[in-house]
């Protein structure tokens, strides 16, 4: 019978027009900026630095060894290598970059610089409210403004950040154990010192 | 089926054609048929029709540019110095490349064959740049021999609507070309740095650039 | 029991009252001219709104159909949707392409409002309640109606683009094989009537037989004739699946895709007039116009039945925007022609036939064979031609 | 009258003439066009509301990916197909991650490759069900069917989001494996949207297949036979609607799919409808493969250990690797030279060698048929253009 497909049809709409009255399944838009979704852990959009402790400048896991920069696709990483060195979280000197900028207009969110980090200082945000009224200067962050404290690292993606911390720890664990060692050879004296100020460090992460 | 059978199906059913096997070095291990220009065509359509082998369906097409290379390699040789023989080396240099290359996968739907791969080159990079059409055979590599012709400037004879495919008309060159060279109309970049940033300053003044 | 009565009557009847006493203050020599803007006004008030209202239920109810939300950020659950867009249109440029013929571009969106206004003259909105009762009040209705066409192509030519002409095209040819349909599915109402007249076609469906109203729908041919009339209507308006003219996937907006601004929106307004003027006039020929549906409900005023159908009729043309694609050209004039017309035809045929049978079982039992067996056949007709048929799929072994 | 025959001569423009001896009218649609799915454009010759003359024209989302992965790591490329077809970024991985491995002979881990077939399949889930509904939208069905399959991609997405960390741009294959493992409680919400997808489609059939509109829109429309759909390169389910049976899934058996049971369906007419049931129809198979692949994966690593990512230098040569991707075969052509970017990086894009029928589908139908053929080819111009 002619028509008979089209009720059909009319039917199944007019089940999901009452079935969105009463069906979460059904309707599933969320208003967005009074209800937001859970936050997915995997979920990345922009990278950021990690830095340990407190002073972003201080702590920053960033060695400057530019290995981001040349393996990021569109190269929106922009890294100037310091000339001197400073100590870095456990007091070992290192290098640091002097300027590093990352372009979040040309960035798009691959990781590949997350993957490619030895030393576990770039890692992926997850904030998505960055609409600025500046084109140019607004997206291109800086040092400071990509510098976010290993706590809100471990907020944000708290299962990875957790073995993250594990092998530094492990890591540093076993170079102070090295240092210690070679401090015993040649100043048998001077080991309680580093070893409690090692410690020390360690707390304040 | 065995890409040297199907060599010398070809060798024995198109008469006076040249075709060679090229070698794949990588772990792949999908030889490749080099084939004349001259008979392109007719190996190809003893390729679709041809009862032993039935490539119905050809997948891709493909453009390639090997420009002119030249490879210094170190051969010893002996040579004889003040009458006694002595190993030497000796750079030899050879040039390789200086053609455009069109590679067609072809397939057999019918038989679950394949692929039987097939090259053709041109002469030079310039003016010898003619090579047979497929798309009479195969109606597939129309677009796709468009796309090479665009992109690396092959003129498919034979082809029936050979125009670029994705750059505008009255595009000049061919940018797929190993030696093409990008236009200078960068736009100012935020993040610019190495090349780029360079190439950025050459075009903008310094104004632009602040 | 006798106070309530009159009370209810009174509620009826309280918009003539309220013109009657205004048009007590007003010199002689004005009269007409008062009573003409006393009744035109309102119409020219209410409508509107009532557009207002429809394109946020629409929007609403097309979202909740879609499982999705609709407006809701404008005013309370979006009702003040309507005003923002309106203040969207008025704000927004004007654009005239250059090449478009300037007056007739211009023209051609009054034209359409005004016809679609005009229309509403001979619609009894309640007991009473119509501006002009005209003899041949259908006739008018269908004639004004037809304004419509000249309008949409009046502004498909003008705007001198090729989507535009295109849609033109589509509007005139679907509005003109329509219009058949529509008359000739008028006529079996004006057949049992015996009048032209708007208001007397209503004043026969609103009596009662026990509970039961005598509204045309209720009969065999009546019913036929109220399901052509509304495909009919469909078509008339543009409305989907007929909405080929605007088809906005093919041919993106048809005949209004050059205007912009103000001039769009008094397109949309004309259209949606367009709309609630032919289900008015389905209410008034079928659905027995301002009559209640069941005789102990006749204490609701008269105006009130009326909007509610109305509303009732917006609903279903959403509830069938919502799930329809839409047809192709050469269907819907294959629909027109080969179906609706032949149909329509035989309506008529089978309103003549109840017409000359004697009232009772054997008559309704004639008349609705008569109407079921030919609307098969036809439609049998129309599915063979296309070979049209689910399918079953086979696998590779 | 002088005006009226001005405008018509204008807008007539061409020279060619009709049966009649008037005009032809020459229409551009696209690259703004709300059915084109894109920045494409035809230009179309009408006789009065049919076509006689359609020249497709490309080439407005152009961006030359090819030569930017000859300047890119091995690595580096792997973003970049997310953005080809980027309703299917994840086959899109698969493919080009199937090309590397046969260009420097990995192999890979067993967890991974169900992790593939599964991410996979859910992708083609996720394409097939957003085209049907994008095709009802072409046919004017205002959306309706569109915001079903939308809702039912969102889950899909969602899962995707879980386990990749974007919705669309995954960048979830290597070369080698997968780049993450499935978190916790993954396998278990894939397998209930899995598992309610059924669902959705008998919704979408009900509704929509025996509707008697849509098929007498679609049925006899854009035909293509079984010969020409072959010689056309046609691939995926626009061949097997002509009735082709190539499903590379079975004919390659690539991954791990000979281990899984499923069907391929094929069509008998070649026309819009079988092409749109094909999909209806494919989705039901890949909910089977998901159920199964669900059920049997393993525990175990998920990249090749002896893989480099970084730094990857496979031995000069070439390969060819294709996959089956949602909308046909996807395969990538690499030629190495040793050195760290690959020489020569060549995208097999179904949707531009499955429009190449496209005029002889169009010509004799009507303009509102255009929209809907094109609309069943399926294409996305991040591929077609590249």
Partial sequence: ?205 | MNLETVKQEIEANVPGCAVDMVLNGSPSAQHSLLVDAAHGFAVAQFLRDGAAVRMDYCSNVTGIDWPVKEISTKVKTKKMVDGVEKDVDEVVKTQSGGYLEVVYHLYSVAEREGPVIVRMRTEDRAAGVHLPSLTPLWRSAEYQEREVFDLYGVMFDGHPDLRRLLMWEGFEDFPMRRDYVDPDDYEYEPTAHDEVLQRTREHWSAEDCK | MNGSVRMAGTADQIFVLVKQWLMGYVPGALQPLASAVLSVVPVLLVFPLLFAITTVLERKGLGRIQNRYGPNRAGFFGILQPMADGIKSLTKEDIIPRSADHLVHLLAPLLLVVASFLVYAVLPIGRNMVIANLNAGVLFFFAIGSMVELAVFMAGWSSRSKYSLLGAMRAIAQMISYEMPLVLSAVVVIMAAGSLSTVTIVTMQATYTGIWPHWYVFTPWGLMGFVLFMIAATAESNRSPFDLPEGESEIIAGYYIEYSGFKFALFFLGEYLGMFATSAMAITLFLGGWAAPFSFLTWIPSYIWFFVKLLALIMAFIWVRGTLPRLRMDQLMNFAWKFMLPMSLVNILCAGVWHFMAAGFVRWVVVAVLVAGTCYLLSQRLKRGKRVAVRTYRFAS | MSVLTDTTADLLGSGAEDRSGGQLLEISMGPQHPSTHGVFRMDVTLDGEKVVKLKPVFGYLHRNHEKIAEKESYLGCMPYTDRLDYFCSITNNWAYALAVESLAGIKVPERAEYLRVITGELTRLQNHASLVGFLMQDMGASGTPLMYAFREREKILDLFEALTGARMMCNYMRFGGCRVDAPAGWMQQAQKVVDAFPRFLDEFERMLVSNEILMARTQGVGVVTTAQAVNAGFSGPMARASGVNYDLRKVDKYGIYERFAFRVPLGDHGDVYDRYMLRVLEMRESVEILKQAMRDIPAGPIMDPGTKIRGFRPKAGEAYGRIEAPKGELGFYLVSDGSGNPYRFRVRPPSLINLTLLEDMCIGQNVADIVIILGSVDIVLGEVDR
């Avoid at chain 1, 852990?41 to 950021?48: H, K, L, N, V, Y």
């Fill in chain 1, 1 to 205: 019978m002619l028509g008979e497909g089209i009720l059909k049809g009319l039917t199944e709409t007019a089940r999901n027009f009452f079935g969105s009255y009463v069906d979460d399944e059904r309707l599933t838009t969320v208003q967005y900026p009074e209800e937001r979704l859970e936050q997915i852990e995997a979920t990345r959009d922009f990278p950021f630095l990690v830095y340990d402790g407190e002073d972003w400048e201080k702590g920053m896991r960033c060695v400057s060894c530019q290995i981001c920069e040349k393996e990021c696709p569109p190269k929106c990483i922009s890294i100037e290598k310091s000339k001197d060195k400073k100590p870095d979280a456990t007091g070992k000197a290192q290098f640091y970059p002097a300027k590093f900028d990352i372009d979040i207009s040309v960035c798009m969110s691959c990781q590949i610089c997350v993957e490619v980090c030895p030393f576990d200082a770039i890692k992926m945000d997850v904030v998505y409210e960055l609409s600025t009224e500046d084109r140019f200067g607004g997206l291109l962050l800086n040092k400071e403004q990509l510098s976010k404290s290993n706590e809100y690292y471990n907020k944000i993606h708290p299962t990875e950040a957790g073995a993250v911390d594990a092998a530094l720890a492990a890591e540093r664990e076993k170079a102070r154990q090295a240092a210690a060692a070679k401090a015993a050879e040649a100043k048998p004296a001077a080991t309680a010192v580093v070893g409690a100020a090692a410690v020390e460090r360690d707390g304040t992460k």
